[in-house]
């Protein structure tokens, strides 16, 4: 990559950093600018009702066209943006322009819809995170409970008093909080009991070998019970097949999400797919070609 741009690839490690050991500066630099340019846009992938299969809501993750670098993945710069703080900036970007663009996807729909927005660590944490949530809720006009927030289970582990305060202020605003990544964390389940969690989102890790692998299987059958017990909803991560998706609908998984119903798109091509009830009408097979 170094040479593609001209540049010496410089790669520092200093213990002070909490960030990653190889932090490439030229990437941290090549973002500051990115921010000027405005090269950061979000795209949506199609959060899907598996019994009525129509879109309920999107995933907004967020994407980085450099003019050289091609596309950065969000693995590579959202943890130096976490490093240097730059994500608090971006992130409340994010949230306003999910919120904004959600009321455009519903007059295309013409019904409610919700947005589901990543929230990392260092946000959560931020001082100004409730001011930024009621900022974006104000000025997009969305009610609370439109929007969801996937926060991880490190992060509610990093402070869990402070956490409870802060998803304390997001239940009085509507908010709803999805667990991302379910199951790969490190905490008890314990926190299912202590935060107002209504969503869990399991990993694609555990979807991926459906439904030949027994165990994968027996994990999602767990998680669903575990959820229905709670009275969670679940999304599916990571679904790419049919057979996945019999086997989640049949366990009674309430919502998928993955390159068999939509790859993240931009919000243009999400139009469409919303004003053609794209997943609604079609048949399984002709659903399997439809990602763009
Ligand atoms: P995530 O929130 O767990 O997002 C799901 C990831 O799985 C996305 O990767 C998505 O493109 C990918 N994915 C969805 N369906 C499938 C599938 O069927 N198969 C496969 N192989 N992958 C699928 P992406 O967009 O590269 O994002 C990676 C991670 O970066 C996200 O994981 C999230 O943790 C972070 N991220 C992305 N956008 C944002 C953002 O706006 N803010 C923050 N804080 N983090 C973000
Ligand atoms: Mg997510
Ligand atoms: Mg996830
Ligand atoms: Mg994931």
């Known amino acids: 990559r170094a040479k593609e741009t001209g540049k010496a690839r410089c790669v520092v490690y200093s213990p002070l950093r909490s960030g990653p050991p190889e932090y490439d500066i030229s990437l941290e630099a090549a973002m500051f600018q990115a921010v000027r340019e405005g090269e950061f846009q979000l795209y949506y992938q199609p959060i899907v009702d598996t ?79 409730l001011d930024v949530l009621d900022d974006a809720l104000a000025y997009s006009g969305l009610r609370g409970e439109q929007l969801v927030l996937e926060i991880t289970e490190g992060t509610l582990m990093i402070d869990p008093a ?19 990544d379910f199951g790969t964390g490190y905490s008890s389940l314990a926190y299912l009991k202590r935060f107002p969690i209504s969503v869990l989102k399991i990993d694609r890790a555990f979807i991926k070998d459906l439904p030949e692998s027994l165990k994968d299987g027996a994990i999602c059958n767990a998680v669903l019970d575990l959820a229905r017990h709670l009275g969670l909803s679940v999304v599916a991560e990571g679904v790419e097949t049919e057979p996945q998706l019999a086997f989640l609908e049949q366990r009674g998984c309430d919502y998928i999400q993955g390159y ?27 659903r399997r070609a439809d990602t763009p």
């Not at 402070?162 to 999805?178: G, V």
Request: overall charge positive; some cysteine.
């Open 51 to 129: 019994r009525t299969r129509q879109i309920q809501g999107f995933e907004t993750l967020m994407r980085w066209k450099h003019p050289t670098l091609g596309m950065v993945p969000p693995v590579r710069f959202i943890p130096i943006a976490e490093t240097n703080g730059l994500i608090n900036l971006l992130g409340a970007w994010a949230l306003k322009a999910a919120c904004v663009q959600l009321k455009c996807f519903e007059e295309a729909a013409r019904r409610s819809l919700y947005v589901s927005v990543n929230i990392s660590p260092r946000q959560f944490r931020n001082d100004k995170f």
């Open 162 to 180: 402070h956490a409870e305060t802060i998803l304390a202020r997001m239940a009085e605003r509507k908010a709803r909080i999805a667990i991302d």
């Open 260 to 286: 068999l119903t939509g790859k993240p798109m931009t919000s243009h091509v999400a139009m469409a797919a919303l004003k053609e009830d794209k997943y609604a009408t079609l048949q399984p097979t002709d």
